[in-house]
């Protein structure tokens, strides 16, 4: 008897990934195991899928670094570390959401509108400079 192509199917390893979108706590976020099936670490999962995001946003409005006369790669490589560091965090965000649970979308969704929430309005009350000088300036007569 002929062997289809592939790896050998192994009975120890009967794992089915969930491919559509479902509700509750039994899941697998990031590491094998966790959460598992304990609502308290599905909690904590909510809440650290729910950080990571809100730290996306928040590295992202962090003012760019001045270029230094005298040190312009220590600059460059604190933006570099910065950059990574949000990169990083938004990949596991990503891999958090593909699997498909909605808690931790409806968490990653979460972390995503308060982060950009609270940094945007932050921005938005400090006024600008330019701003301020040309509503206050002062029309000539004609």
Avoid: C
Wanted: zero cysteines.
């Amino acid at each position: 008897m002929e062997m289809p192509p592939g790896p050998m199917p192994d009975k120890s390893m009967n794992m089915m990934m969930q491919m559509s979108f479902y509700w509750g706590k039994d899941a697998t976020i990031l590491f094998h195991g966790w959460p598992d099936t304990k609502l308290g670490m599905y909690v904590l999962a909510l809440f650290f899928v729910f950080l990571l995001a809100f730290a996306i946003e928040v590295l992202s409005i962090l003012p760019d670094v001045k270029p230094s006369s005298t040190k312009p790669m220590l600059g460059a490589l604190t933006q570099t570390i910065i950059y990574t560091i949000r990169m990083g965090f938004g990949y596991l965000v990503m891999l958090s959401v593909m699997s498909f649970n909605l808690g931790i979308f409806i968490a990653a969704l979460a972390g995503h509108f308060v982060g950009f929430f609270l940094v945007k309005s932050r921005a938005l009350a400090v006024p600008n400079p330019t701003e301020t000088m040309s509503r206050t300036a002062v029309i000539p007569k004609v």
